[in-house]
């Protein structure tokens, strides 16, 4: 049982949350994008590596602004990247040469439109802002977890708090 027990540990220690070589020796923050969601929901989108770099955060725009950035660096990777706009998912699925098509989406249920692909999703919302927008849509491309379906598991956890965040920092009806 003792040796069983340590190459346990040992596997866990050696392997990577995305099964990759090695160990997450950064911290995670504590927010996603300046979003509040929970860590264990978003831990999966982090993989093994020494250095965590936010180039950008949704909070690093002034609260008026629509459109926000959020890229995520692991040892100079981008891992993570996310963005708001006032544009339809198709537009930006165009505009940002994601790369899905809405007629292989994967619908997510909640308050808020959602779908997921493998490393990418997209919400919308209703967001009335005089001239400028009627809805807000953010949409969110992830190089981990590698595998497909864990992928898909993951953002379609992740999808709809991550819009309720984002949409709350976007004044809408103002």
Do not use: H
């Not at 596997?11 to 997450?24: F, M």
């Not at 459109?67 to 198709?90: H, L, M, N, Y």
């Not at 977890?145 to 949409?167: H, K, N, W, Y």
């Amino acid at each position: 049982m003792g040796v069983a027990l340590s190459v346990s540990i040992l596997a866990i220690s050696v392997v990577g949350g995305d099964g990759s070589p090695g160990s997450r020796d950064y911290a995670l923050p504590e927010q996603l994008c300046g979003v509040a969601i929970q860590q264990d929901v978003f831990a999966p989108l982090f993989p093994a590596g020494s250095e965590l770099e936010i180039e950008r955060s949704f909070t690093d725009f002034e609260t008026n602004f629509v459109g926000r950035r959020c890229v995520v660096d692991v040892d100079g990777e981008q891992v993570i990247w996310a963005k708001t706009s006032g544009f339809e998912p198709a537009d930006v699925i165009g505009a940002e040469g994601l790369p899905v098509s809405l007629d292989d989406a994967t619908a997510v249920p909640g308050d808020y439109r959602a779908m997921v692909w493998p490393g990418v999703a997209i919400a919308q919302a209703p967001c009335e802002i005089p001239e400028i927008t009627d809805s807000l849509t953010v949409a969110l491309r992830v190089e981990y977890p590698r595998d497909d379906e864990e992928s898909e598991r993951v953002l379609a956890e992740l999808i709809q708090p991550f819009m309720a965040g984002a949409l709350a920092m976007v004044p809408c009806g103002e």
